[in-house]
């Protein structure tokens, strides 16, 4: 059961997946909820991405969460600017 929860999850996220690997995400801003719709890959809506993919290795050791959790996590990486900020 939890398999086909999980696949349809997956198939679900993998859509909101930019062609950069990064992934696209709801942002909710007080006083503000015409905000509330699919929009860019923010650094801060990354890192639930990552963790939940490490989550799924540590429950699984299936190695493509893994996989999937690094390229998250590279990503972020490339995407920090000189100053020691993120970009975007």
């Known amino acids: 059961m939890m ?3 999980l696949s349809k999850q997956i198939k ?3 859509t909101w997946k930019t062609s ?3 992934y696209n995400g709801f942002v909710v801003h007080r006083h503000d ?11 801060w809506s990354q890192g639930p991405i990552i963790v939940g993919y490490i ?5 699984t050791r299936d190695p493509q969460w ?16 000189v100053t020691g ?3 975007y």
Request: proline content about 2%; charged content about 30%; aromatic content about 10%.
């Open 20 to 22: 950069e690997g990064a």
């Open 33 to 43: 909820l015409k905000r509330m719709f699919k929009i860019h890959d923010t650094p």
């Open 66 to 81: 893994l996989n999937e959790a690094i390229a998250a996590a590279d990503l972020q990486c490339k995407r920090i600017s």
């Open 55 to 59: 989550n799924l290795y540590e429950h």
């Open 12 to 14: 679900w996220l993998q």
């Open 85 to 87: 900020e993120y970009i």
């Open 3 to 5: 398999d086909k929860a």
